[in-house]
């Protein structure tokens, strides 16, 4: 993974110091809440319902297992013992006190981790496939590059006051993995017919209250282009995008308003004045980037693996495990594993501090170290031998981190709702709570097969409800809670925005609608048909008539 | 009100420029500071003027629309009527990187010390700030040292430095 030099060290440390006087400016009020607030945000400090909550930068997903260790403590010292996993592959700390945060950043920078442009209206952290580097898809490794534009974007001079906050997305296999379509910039790696390797560039995508695909602006971008290229979409949008209105300034609304055919032009436009010049990326760039996400030593190992396949054989939640949450790699004779953070009734996305304890532990012992973060808020080991695999798993049962459940009805996307967050019409964990315990019967799970369900706790969307198979929106109706059913959403290489399928339901009635719908499922597919076939084969008449009645 | 200008804290009345409201006359034998439509309707008649001449604009005019007459303005002042409106840096990018400017740009309104860097780094030479801002002034340029973008201030970017190492070694 990349390791900081002198320089990245030295602006994060500056940052940590700078926001030490700041938040003294703020205790010994030289600063007013609302001057702090901008300030705070730049730095991943939100004013939550009950308490401050940081969100701390996991940049495209990886960690080590020293940095593990480091929010194992952070979470035991400064907050109630957990923190909770994030869509952008961050995690957030839900009780830090203000006069505490400096010092969490400090310790946060001696593991080469910080806060910055963890929230605000400029570049946020750039996720990517949390199988990078490791897939046995993957065409170019999108670390590479997400590395290069982390560095790029922090701390701009230009772009840290945008219209809104801005979200980039880099794949670099087909399967999509990181929701490219709903993301303000979709970076897409490929091979072009002339054997080289560039980016589908796609911009304009997003969620919120607005859902949006994102349009492909340029088909095939040069990686040497890539950050003139980007500077020139972000200076367009710094420039252009709308800021009379703050539900309309993401870049989808820009692109939207005056067309992706307008938008392309502006940009071209003024990448010609910058393509070539100080950012252009050299190929040295990309080798020495590319040498901090080599692979490790893998051994040459036979593939299939006896053990694996006998101790499948011969246990029977072990071999679930390895159907549901183990993953295709590479290399031959190895395997990736997806650590579910969804176990039966729990909280999606959160972890305890023994849990990351010992996950680090796991991932030193059979991973060279390294840890993922999904946007799915589960965790990956990238580099496991499958001869390691029924060790692993029993470890992972051992601190309830086994549940086998990754892409199944229970691996449900939530944002943190109205227990935790002061925009939320609703709360989103207690329902995801209360269908995780209606499906808790892994036959019954494996039965239904691969189906997404994410739940938002208002119209901001940051549980993804949008691309949901099955999508839930918590909104209030009257003083009361209420939740609305989209179907059909998708966040793959085929992403599609869900459509409402009719009236809301009460947080009572809510459970039963899912089940209808799953049910209605499995009354009408046919052979091999997951879900979200069967919804697109039979559209959703079908479904609104078992929610609804006929009409 | 206080004006820093290229580092240093300059008192209020040693301020040469006068900014003149649309109504007003402009003085014929002061630098003054015009609006953009000021500038727009009486273009030919500014432009016969010997004493320095500015403009401001807010922060939502087009900077291109002044492009090729940058080499007449001493002064360009932008707006910042919320520091959390960032049209300005961009502005002030193409101004000095693409527009060669070379005379003084200000930054007015909403100017904070906490923006001072990122400003500094978009080409802006002088401040109009809060009286209690004024002084934090070196030590705001001071808290940074290390860059990774390009920007107009032609700092070498981090992945320069490395590379120059490289090629050193």
Known sequence: MYIYDEMDQAIVDQRVKQFRGQVARRLNGELTEEEFRPLRLMNGLYLQLHAYMLRVAVPYGVLSSTQMRKLAHIARRYDKGYGHFTTRQNIQFNWPKLEDTPDILAELSDVQMHAI?????????????????????????????????????????????????FKFAVTGAPHDRAALRVHDVGLRLYENEAGEIGFEVMVGGGQGRTPMLAKTIRPFLARRDLLSYVEAIMRVYNRFGRRDNKYKARIKILVHEIGAEEFTRLVEEEWEHLRGGELDLPLAEVQRMRRFFRPPGYEDLDDPVTWYELKKAENVNFSRWAAANVAAHKQPGYAIANISLKPIG??????????????ADLADRYSVGEIRVTHEQNLVLPHLKKADLFDLWRALEAIDLATPNVGFVTDIIACPGLDYCALATARSIPVAQRLSERFADIERQRDIGPLRIKISGCINACGHHHVGHIGILGLEKRGEESYQVTLGGRADENAAIGKIVGPAFTADGIVDAVETVIDTYLDLREEGEEFIDTLERTGHDPFKERLYGAR | MALVRDGQVVQGAQDEWVRVGDAEPVPDNTPAVVTLARWREERSRLLRREAPLGVQLASGDDVAEIADDVARFG??????????DGRAYSSARLLRERYGFMGELRAVGNVLRDQFAFMHRCGFDAFEVRDADADAWSEALAEVRVWYQPAADRHFTAMRLRHRRVAAE
């Open chain 2, 75 to 84: 002064l360009i002042a932008l707006e910042f009527p919320a520091f959390t």
């Open chain 1, 117 to 165: 442009q963890t929230s605000g209206n400029c570049i946020r952290n750039v996720t990517a496939d949390q199988y990078a580097g490791v897939a046995a898809d993957e065409i170019e490794d999108p670390r590479i590059y997400s590395e290069i534009i982390r560095q790029w974007s922090t701390l701009h001079p230009e772009f840290s006051f945008l219209p809104r906050k």
């Open chain 1, 346 to 359: 729990g909280v999606p996305g959160d972890a305890t501090a023994e849990q990351m304890d010992a996950v």
